[in-house]
């Protein structure tokens, strides 16, 4: 199974663009932070140990044809590991995290409710 990976070249995260799901496999997560594989793995178990996410929606285990089979990682669980990890690339991925939320909040316009605050 070929997988598309979230990249980050030149300081810049790059999503494949067409995707509707993200999948990437811990060697994948760990190319993308920088970071060792046991550093992936140990912290992947830690989240799911914790039970923050549901490990049935975050995880997925594809079967190759051969009787191999590799586990798979979806964006919700890469983004709690760049919380958990540290290193540059997991630093700038952060920043791409909220500077993506921000520039989304500023394309929703603020729509008022008709509630009205006042400071006595």
């Keep these: 199974m070929k997988t598309e990976s979230i990249s980050i070249v030149n300081n810049k995260v790059i ?8 999948w990437m496999t811990a060697n994948q997560i760990a190319n993308l ?13 830690a989240i ?11 995880c997925q ?3 190759y044809k051969n009787g191999n089979s590799v ?9 709690a590991l760049s919380f958990k990890i540290k290193s540059h690339n997991s630093e700038i991925f952060r920043k791409w995290i909220y500077d993506t939320i921000i520039a989304e909040r500023i394309r929703i316009p603020f729509l008022m ?5 006042s400071l006595n």
Excluded: H, W
């Design 15 to 22: 999503i494949p663009s067409g995707l509707n799901e993200i």
């Design 33 to 45: 932070f920088e970071c060792f594989i046991s550093k992936v793995n140990a912290n992947i178990r």
């Design 48 to 58: 799911l140990k914790s039970q923050v996410l549901d490990n049935t929606k975050v």
């Design 61 to 63: 285990t594809y079967y």
């Design 71 to 79: 586990e798979l990682y979806n964006l919700e669980i890469i983004i």
């Design 113 to 117: 409710t008709g509630n009205c605050f």
